[in-house]
């Protein structure tokens, strides 16, 4: 990708909100430090999500929050920056985190739906996630059905954001 980058704005009264499309080849750094900027730049409700590693307390986008899952009686928090612990439970946590990118997947862990990689539906009643920092993990069967209808919303967004 060179470092000028081509926008276009289309002003559509239908649209209420701002939707911003980004059309690439592939993804790379240089995609992702672009998404980074534009949700920097808009208003969030969602906070920073507080992680621990050692004796070190740092604030953690949820950008960079691949999954957060129970371990142990512990509260792990994995990112594209390493692992964390957290003193909050899982259920807090959850409320916490933007609902448009997280998904509960288990008892014991919510995954950022933007850092999967693929699903596999190979086995009867489960899908297993595999997602971008390589993590395996498998969704409960209670969890399988709002896993699918996330991926049916996901789809219909998609077909909404074609150009016609």
């Known amino acids: 990708m060179s470092k000028s980058v081509d926008i276009q704005v289309r002003i559509d009264p239908a649209c209420p909100e701002p939707v911003v499309v980004i059309h690439t080849a592939s993804k790379s750094q240089d995609v992702e430090n672009i998404v980074h900027a534009i949700e920097n730049c808009?208003?969030?409700?969602?906070?920073?999500?507080?992680?621990?590693?050692?004796?070190?307390?740092?604030?953690?986008?949820?950008?960079?929050?691949?999954?957060?899952?129970?371990?142990?009686?512990?509260?792990?928090?994995?990112?594209?920056?390493?692992?964390?612990?957290?003193?909050?439970?899982?259920?807090?946590?959850?409320?916490?985190?933007?609902?448009?990118?997280?998904?509960?997947?288990?008892?014991?862990?919510?995954?950022?739906?933007?850092?999967?990689?693929?699903?596999?539906?190979?086995?009867?009643?489960?899908i297993q996630i595999v997602l971008d920092d390589g993590c395996v993990t498998w969704a409960a069967r209670r969890y399988v059905r709002a896993i699918q209808q996330v991926l049916k919303n996901l789809e219909g967004k998609k077909e909404d954001d074609r150009d016609v």
Not at 75 to 86: E, F, K, P, Q
Not at 105 to 116: A, G, L, P, T
């Open 42 to 126: 808009m208003d969030s409700e969602y906070p920073l999500i507080i992680g621990q590693r050692g004796a070190s307390v740092e604030l953690l986008s949820q950008r960079d929050v691949v999954r957060v899952y129970s371990e142990a009686r512990h509260v792990r928090i994995s990112t594209v920056n390493g692992l964390y612990d957290s003193n909050k439970s899982l259920s807090w946590l959850e409320m916490q985190l933007n609902p448009d990118r997280f998904i509960r997947i288990s008892r014991y862990e919510i995954v950022n739906i933007r850092k999967i990689a693929r699903f596999d539906f190979s086995m009867a009643g489960t």
